[in-house]
């Protein structure tokens, strides 16, 4: 177990800035996902804790102790491959005993430890056999019982589930959480996937071209988003993006659409952070699909009355793509819900989960 | 050939199916031996029949001075004497013995000094592909041409010499090849020279292609660069490591060129390889099938090594083999 700390920790390749200044507090024990689209710099954030890179300039402590200059293999970070880099000429047993062999463990302990951790993962039957047959899933658990036979304070896994099919990823989930509560260490878990993320993570960090949008609970970024880019990224469907202006009329505050001139009242919080804001009269509305409902018949409280555009009949839940005033938005509707490109629909936001973002920065404002 | 049935042609137009009867499209088996057969008919041509030819005048003792060509030879057959002359012809076990000598000492040398330079060229440096290029060329040289320079670096005047007696500050005048051990050293060095850069290239191929994450995955696992290399590195590079020795140890086998150029075998018999020593019976002493039965004992000595040398190698070819005829016949059910 350990916590660790990133202290303005920078990674340049030659033209490319992968990452920008970042700072990190990760408790120990934590459950920690680094999210962002691909290229955002956190699988090279994950290999500088791992020390498979060297970071440019800033510094990285373990338990308060710099570790920059400690090789990679000393610094107690087991790191799980996102192809899982089985040893592929090797049988589970060796693979999985693998780190003890190399520091030398005498046999009776290592196949104990292995024993313990073939136990844990439910590979026991399969340690004599050749590790290049196993399944893709097979080899996931073999790369991480082969990381955790050292007993790392820390855990690194480079989206490990991406390779797996999508049952035995949602297993997987379940799995790891529970190896997590019981060997209680820090991990640190990359994925590009929201919803891995959200599920699985005690803290998530956004990251995006480099630097750290938002670091925070899972609710956090989902209620609470920093800016736009993470308004996006989390949550699916997205988050609805209407470009409007802040008017009051008749002593009544609101935004404007920009495209249809449809109208959102603003409650009096916002209205004084809007009132108090300089700068051009440029703004960007954000309302979760789940936040809005879609009525086929007026209702007293749909604001805005729009087009039926598509419809996505996803089971439990259906999406219906809407157009209003110019701009298409897509709402959450019951399973059963049912129409046809065209035709009239009622649209009722909840005015609790509107998200207001500076059009310029992108920046929420709240 | 089996005829085709009129099941198996379905899917061919009447005309193309009646002209091409006799070919069964439709087996893999038969198919493949038709296309390969013009190549098949070429190595017919130019392997067998030099070796049943050889087979043929190795069981005579035939010789073109006695009169009558090669094809009048069976007018000598004597069931083959010759091989009991090779047997009991000490010149030609002491010949074996020398070049399996100067190909263990060789090749095994040439490995691992390919294997070192090719992890030095692991590593990005400068002028990395001028020196990559450098590498190469001794490999390029007609190895005459290398006999005949090392045949003069090593003479009791040359360059050799003179940088010895520069480094131990007195002159050194070794006449390294009329001395009988060091002329075996400086064919062994000629031969090493000529033939590293082929190991290297072999041994910087192979590395490059180890999967790197594997490598990455047992860094993190705290393992040493040599215990990368045992127990990663090794293993993975075994089959082109073994291929290499292989082919490099019957290529050594062959060595002729630079020995018949710096000692033509000398002094005494001191570098007499096998090929030398063919070659003196066959065009010194003109006896022709007693060079044949050697060269026929020497096939199977080399055809039994190389089956055990490459033994590791054939067990996953097996698997293989298995696994893509079962990929066939499954992929054949499936369109069917």
Redesign the interface.
């Known amino acids: 177990m350990a916590s660790i700390k990133l202290d303005k920790l920078r990674k340049q390749f030659k033209e490319v800035l992968a990452v920008e200044g970042l700072n990190l507090d990760i408790e120990d024990g934590m459950f920690v996902a680094f999210l962002g689209p691909s290229g955002c710099g956190k699988t090279t954030t994950m290999n500088m804790i ?1 020390g ?1 890179e060297q970071p440019t300039s800033g510094d990285l402590y373990f338990d308060g102790k710099r570790m920059n200059d400690v090789p ?3 610094r107690g ?3 799980v ?1 996102q ?1 899982y ?5 090797m049988t589970v047993y060796e693979n999985v005993g ?2 003890l ?3 030398g463990c005498p046999e009776v302990e290592m196949k104990r430890e292995v024993g313990k951790i073939a136990e844990l993962l439910e590979l026991t039957p399969m340690l004599d056999w050749n590790a290049g047959k196993l399944s893709i899933n097979d080899m996931q658990k073999v ?1 991480l019982g ?2 955790m036979i ?1 007993n790392p304070g820390i855990f690194l896994l480079d989206e490990p589930f991406s390779n797996l099919d999508a049952s035995f990823r949602a297993y997987m989930r379940g799995e790891l959480k529970r190896i997590q509560r019981e060997i209680k260490q820090t991990m640190i878990y990359v994925t590009h996937d929201q919803v891995e993320a959200m599920s699985m993570a005690d803290r998530i960090a956004v990251m995006y071209c480099g630097q750290l949008y938002q670091w925070g609970s899972p609710d956090d970024v989902y209620n609470r988003p920093v800016n736009a880019f993470v308004a996006r990224f989390i949550g699916s469907p997205n988050m609805n993006f209407i470009e409007c202006a802040y008017e009051v009329e008749n002593g009544q505050g609101f935004l404007q659409q920009r495209k249809g001139g449809l109208r959102v009242p603003v409650d009096a919080k916002r209205r004084r952070l809007l009132e108090d804001r300089t700068g051009p009269n440029n703004l960007i509305l954000g309302i979760r699909p789940e936040h809005m409902k879609v009525y086929q018949q007026p209702e007293p409280n749909a604001l805005w009355q729009g087009t039926a555009y598509a419809l996505e009949p996803l089971g439990p839940l259906t999406i219906a793509h809407t157009e209003v005033g110019g701009d298409r938005v897509q709402v959450k509707a019951s399973g059963g819900y049912r129409t046809r490109p065209g035709d009239p629909q009622w649209v009722a936001l909840d005015l609790e989960y509107i998200h207001i973002f500076d059009g310029e920065t992108k920046l929420v404002i709240r | 050939m089996a005829a085709s049935t009129p099941i198996t042609t379905k899917a061919t137009p009447g005309s193309a199916n009646r002209r091409l009867r006799w070919i069964d499209m439709n087996n893999t088996r038969t198919f493949a031996t038709t296309l390969t057969l013009p190549a098949q008919l070429v190595l017919l041509l130019i392997m067998i029949f030099p070796l049943l030819a050889v087979v043929y005048i190795s069981m005579t003792s035939w010789s073109p001075t006695q009169g009558g060509d090669w094809t009048q030879a069976y007018k000598f057959w004597d069931w083959g004497r010759n091989y009991v002359e090779v047997f009991t012809d000490p010149f030609f076990w002491q010949a074996l013995g020398r070049t399996f000598l100067i190909v263990g000492i060789a090749v095994p040398l040439e490995f691992l000094l390919g294997l070192g330079l090719a992890f030095l060229f692991l590593e990005d440096f400068r002028g990395k592909r001028i020196f990559y290029a450098l590498m190469l060329i001794p490999m390029m040289i007609v190895p005459a041409v290398a006999g005949y320079m090392f045949w003069m670096m090593f003479q009791s005047n040359g360059p050799i010499n003179a940088v010895i007696s520069a480094i131990i500050g007195q002159p050194f005048t070794l006449a390294w090849l009329s001395s009988e051990a060091p002329a075996t050293v400086a064919v062994i060095i000629a031969e090493v020279w000529q033939w590293t850069p082929l190991m290297f290239l072999i041994m910087a191929s192979g590395l490059v292609g180890l ?1 790197e ?2 490598m ?9 660069g040599w ?1 990368k290399f045992r ?2 590195m090794l ?2 590079l075994k089959p082109i490591i073994i291929i290499a020795l292989v082919i490099r140890g019957m290529e050594a086998v062959k060595i002729f060129d630079s020995i018949f150029l710096m000692t033509a075998g000398g002094p005494a018999r001191a570098t007499e390889s096998l090929s030398i020593y063919m070659y003196k019976v066959a065009f010194q002493q003109v006896r022709w099938s007693f060079a044949a039965a050697a060269a026929m004992t020497v096939l199977v000595i080399m055809t039994i090594i190389a089956s055990y040398a490459l033994r590791p190698l054939q067990a996953p070819q097996r698997e293989a083999q298995a696994a893509m005829r079962q990929a066939a016949e499954t992929g054949a059910a499936g369109s069917d």
């Open positions: 791992a498979l990679a293999g000393k970070v087991g790191f491959f192809n880099a089985i040893f592929t000429h693998f780190g062999k190399v520091r790369a082969r990381s050292t | 999967p994450d594997q990455r995955a047992a860094t993190m696992l705290g393992a040493s215990q127990y990663l293993p993975m």
